[in-house]
């Protein structure tokens, strides 16, 4: 009985963004961000988390 809810509720894409305009924004957000070289030459370190393995 609950499942059908909570189906309906899902989003179709993924769990990042519920819909095309969050996507959208999201896309202009990252457009935004500087590159590692920017972070670089700004005398900062980039986020190392994203290069461990």
């Known amino acids: 009985m609950g499942d059908k809810r909570m189906e309906k509720n899902k989003p179709n894409n993924s769990s990042m963004a519920k819909d095309m305009k969050e996507m959208k924004y ?10 590692n070289e920017e972070v670089k030459d700004k005398g900062q370190d980039p986020d190392p988390k994203q290069h461990e393995k």
């Open 26 to 35: 999201q896309g202009r957000v990252m457009e935004r961000m500087n590159t």
